[in-house]
């Protein structure tokens, strides 16, 4: 397998080519990544440029560019993790991400199509060539929210409440359309709130764990009480691994960790694991649009493919504060320039 990984520099994306290069490592890897600011080289440093692993920089949007990579590097497989993935920046810029989040989902598929396909210029021909695939990253968010019972489950409606998990959405419908009308060989998966290394610092986990170990304020929005369905970032990748090679094409696959908690109480965790006191807490007024509950039905994946999660909630959080400990240097690197100008916007004014 030729595998072209979009969104390869970010958190999920530098988690799952480094999940591939442990465990698959027989499979060729091409890394794309625009390197905006979530996307850092740093989070692949240890993996050397070599004949199995390659990295690009390029925005999925570039229809010729990504044409190039497909032509050069013979794909057969496309992970799209590229993506605009933070809510709170998709409220203050929604074209952005419906820009890159559809768009370029599209141009994507555009360029699989035309590569892929046997007879390209054939409007009526569904044949493709054998063994490639197209798998769509998307999250649980395109559910919208849940009620205090109950969990999402690939037959539940689409109905996102964010610009983010909008976009999201849209392009998950985009890529059903191509499966329907083109025939395309493709998969969706959605996912429930990742954690683990390398994740940018203004997500709930690695932000409360960073401000925790400096001192600083932690804001928790609302009363705090937004439950979520946490899954360890190798669980994720096994999963989608295991999507991308045994998937039924044309499915879609939910894949959660089994451990919902609120917000808050993930908060009150990190606090007792990182020798501090309540008294770092700061509520800060809730975001428009904020789902008050997700959880997963994982029983498609676990039952069809024979996936399950590894990690236990206990045992992952733990190791992921012990990481961060571990990588102060890291994180100062991420945290300087445009991070540090975005986090004074969000937060600052509730702080003074």
């Known amino acids: 397998m030729n595998i072209l990984v979009t969104g390869g520099a970010g958190f999920i994306g530098s ?15 091409v890394n794309v990544d625009a390197l905006t600011y979530a996307g850092n080289l740093e989070n692949l440093s240890d993996i050397p440029q070599d004949e199995g692993y390659r990295f690009v920089r390029a925005d999925i949007r570039d229809r010729a560019k990504m ?25 203050v810029d929604p074209e952005l ?7 370029g989902t599209q141009a994507l598929l555009d360029t699989a199509k035309q590569q892929w396909k046997l007879a390209p210029e054939d409007k009526y021909s569904r044949a493709f060539r054998e ?15 849940l009620g205090k019972e109950g969990f999402f489950t690939e037959a539940t409606p689409l109905a996102p ?13 985009v890529c059903r359309a191509y499966h329907e009308t083109f025939g ?16 940018f610092p203004e997500k709930l986990i690695p932000l409360m764990i960073h401000n925790c170990m400096e001192g600083k304020p932690l804001p928790v929005y609302g009363d ?4 979520r369905d946490w899954l360890h970032v190798d669980d994720h990748c096994s999963a989608l691994y295991a999507v991308l090679t045994r998937g039924a094409a044309g499915e879609v696959y939910n894949i959660g960790g089994n451990n919902e908690r609120a917000n808050l109480d993930i908060v009150r965790l990190i606090i007792r694991s990182l020798g501090a006191g309540d008294e770092l807490i700061s509520y800060v007024k809730d975001r428009p649009g904020h789902d008050r509950r997700y ?14 999660p590894s990690y236990t909630f206990e045992e992952g959080i733990q190791q992921t504060i012990a990481w961060y400990q571990n990588h102060m240097e890291w994180l100062e690197h991420v945290l300087s320039g445009a991070y540090a100008d975005y986090y004074e916007r969000m937060y600052a004014p509730f702080f003074q």
């Open 295 to 308: 959880a997963i039905d994982n029983t498609k994946i676990t039952t069809q493919l024979g996936w399950s």
């Open 131 to 145: 063994g490639v695939k197209f798998l769509q990253v998307s999250t649980d968010e395109v559910y919208g929210a």
């Open 161 to 173: 409440n964010s610009p983010y998990s909008a976009a999201k959405a849209s392009a998950d419908l």
């Open 67 to 91: 044409n190039e990579i497909f032509f050069e590097n013979d794909i057969t497989h496309v992970v799209n993790f590229a993506a605009e993935s933070h809510v709170d920046r998709s409220i």
């Open 97 to 103: 991400f419906l820009s890159t989040n559809v768009l």
């Open 184 to 199: 395309m060989p493709l998969n969706i998966t959605r996912c429930s709130n990742n954690y683990g290394p390398y994740q």
């Open 224 to 227: 705090g009480m937004q439950i």
């Open 15 to 29: 988690n799952f080519v480094r999940w591939l290069k442990k465990n698959a490592p027989e499979h060729r890897v």
